[in-house]
């Protein structure tokens, strides 16, 4: 039989998330380029991060080990394509790559899960939160310093059995990647971005190429939505100026509001103690610059005092 070349190579790591994530940007790619979709190659590759799996990720070296072996895969044009989460993704990329299309962003809250507690508020006196994230461990400690957090790696469906095991009363993730997987059925409560700000980039899926490659992107840029690239060009500058290591609990938020974006950010203290957050807005043409001078305000505000040397 001969063998054709395929349209295109998609590299994704393994996990269902990011194969539904491959899967969608797979299914717009073929529907916008009128190709059907196994001429449309999904590569697997396994990441360090994969590998890693009994400490702590701010510990192992944060969130480049997602990327790196991908990374090299797009670099050596084994793939064309990298899908990722946009959460996942370190603000400085290696040289030669670029974020070339964003599609449109999920519901960017977390959600509250448990099996016995219909709300965060709910959670009694003492109750044990599980998560990995230091984001979602500093704003729950903020409302609620009477929690005992533990440690909750693994995939979402990891972290879905250990809370049906009971090793936690509750749990926060992502509202996107519940949607994604079909698993809100376990959802309690979508928490409100005014109490719970999200990680930048959450919610957003993004297609990575090489910066060079002139025909993937003009394919990806078929799929690509304005607004959450604005969105995402003001959180990665807020991010990447503040830290862009997952050490810190940060959380940012832009949204489009007509010709405006408004840009909401924090710096807390892994205990939640301590916070600062700035609110600032400014043209839709000038989304690194807002990103920035929110970065601005929360360092001058004494962000640097709260997180760690
Ligand atoms: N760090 C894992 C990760 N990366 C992206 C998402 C959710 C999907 C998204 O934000 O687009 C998740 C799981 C979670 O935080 O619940």
């Known amino acids: 039989m001969q063998s054709t070349a395929p349209f295109l190579r998609i590299g994704t790591r393994g996990s269902p998330l990011a194969l539904a994530q491959a899967h969608t940007v797979r299914g717009r790619l073929a529907a916008a380029h009128g190709v059907v979709e196994e001429t449309i190659e999904i590569v697997v590759i396994r990441t360090s991060g994969d590998r890693i799996q009994d400490r702590p990720l701010s510990e192992v070296g944060g969130k480049g080990l997602f990327t790196k072996e991908i990374e090299e895969a797009l670099l050596d044009r084994r793939i064309d394509l990298a899908v990722h989460s946009s959460k996942d993704m370190p603000t400085v990329l290696p040289d030669g790559l670029a974020l070339s299309a964003f599609l449109p962003r999920e519901d960017v809250r977390d959600a509250f899960l448990s099996v016995r507690y219909a709300s965060f508020d709910a959670l009694p006196e003492g109750a044990v939160l599980g998560t990995s994230s230091l984001r979602r461990k500093a704003m729950a400690l ?3 310093p009477d929690l005992e957090v533990v440690e909750f790696r693994g995939n979402v469906e990891t972290r879905l059995k250990k809370l049906a095991d009971g090793v936690a009363d509750g749990t926060l993730l992502a509202m996107a990647g519940l949607n994604r997987l079909g698993l809100t059925a376990h959802v309690r409560e979508p928490l409100d971005t005014g109490r719970f700000l999200p990680a930048a980039g959450q919610g957003a899926v993004v297609i990575e190429t090489r910066a060079d490659d002139a025909r993937s992107l003009g394919l990806v840029g078929a799929i690509d939505d304005a607004e959450t690239t604005l969105c995402l060009l003001a959180e990665r500058a807020f991010l990447g100026r503040l830290d862009g290591s ?24 892994p205990d939640g ?18 990103g920035l001078a929110a970065a601005e305000a929360l360092l001058a505000a004494g962000a640097a005092t709260l997180m760690p040397g």
Do not use: K, M, N
């Open 273 to 290: 103690r301590a916070s600062c957050e700035t609110v600032q807005d400014g043209p839709i043409s000038e989304p690194t610059a807002l």
């Open 246 to 269: 997952c050490r810190t609990p940060i959380g940012g938020l832009a949204l489009r509001d007509g010709e405006r974006l408004t840009f909401r950010g924090t710096v807390l203290s």
């Open 142 to 144: 903020r409302l609620r």
